[in-house]
């Protein structure tokens, strides 16, 4: 399924409407996307220089929660980053999800953590990469694949 060209200036996603089961199963749903991009990344991209936000979904003790929270410029990092420039772009930066976080009209749906991430992408976007949300693995791999095939 290809996706249609994404536009910088507005949050990307589009995929099939779907029912989002408990929080723990959609977090383990949302983490084996996140293995599949990296493990095709490292596969089609060997030499792509590229991080994924691992410790979204691992759970921490109170001392490693407050670590990592020292380590972070803020909450709601996307999940991928590459850091590899083209023509109009410094990098990409992925927000993976395994359900679209719009509503059919288009508008982020209501959620404090969606709005975050939601904000970091539009920064991001400001600061002239190319950030928006992937739903699923088969639009994750066409935002990145779109990348890397812009202006040739």
Same mark, same amino acid.
């Given at each position: 399924?290809?996706?249609?060209?994404?536009?910088?200036?507005? @949050?990307?996603?589009?995929?099939?409407?779907?029912?989002?089961?408990?929080?723990?199963?959609?977090?383990?749903?949302? &983490?084996?996307?996140?293995?599949?991009?990296?493990?095709?990344?490292?596969?089609?991209? @060997?030499?792509?220089?590229? $991080?994924?936000?691992?410790?979204?979904?691992?759970?921490?003790?109170?001392?490693?929660? $407050?670590?990592?929270?020292?380590?972070?410029?803020?909450?709601?990092? @996307?999940?991928?980053?590459?850091?590899?420039?083209?023509?109009?772009?410094?990098?990409?930066?992925? &927000?993976?999800?395994? $359900?679209? @976080?719009?509503?059919?009209?288009?508008?982020?749906?209501?959620? &404090?953590?969606?709005? &975050?991430?939601?904000?970091?992408?539009?920064?991001?976007?400001?600061?002239?990469?190319?950030?928006?949300?992937? $739903?699923?693995?088969?639009?994750?791999?066409?935002?990145?694949?779109?990348?890397?095939?812009?202006?040739?």
């Amino acid at each position: 399924m290809k996706t249609e060209t994404r536009k910088v200036d507005r @949050p990307f996603s589009i995929s099939e409407w779907t029912t989002m089961g408990t929080m723990k199963k959609f977090k383990k749903k949302e &983490e084996s996307i996140q293995i599949q991009v990296c493990t095709w990344l490292k596969w089609q991209y @060997p030499d792509l220089i590229w $991080v994924c936000d691992f410790a979204a979904g691992i759970r921490l003790n109170i001392g490693q929660a $407050v670590k990592a929270k020292k380590l972070r410029s803020s909450r709601g990092l @996307p999940d991928i980053m590459i850091f590899r420039a083209n023509k109009d772009y410094h990098g990409l930066f992925l &927000e993976l999800k395994i $359900v679209t @976080p719009f509503k059919k009209d288009m508008t982020l749906k209501k959620d &404090e953590h969606l709005k &975050e991430q939601s904000e970091i992408l539009h920064r991001l976007r400001q600061e002239g990469y190319y950030a928006g949300f992937a $739903v699923g693995f088969e639009d994750a791999k066409d935002a990145i694949n779109d990348y890397f095939n812009m202006n040739k």
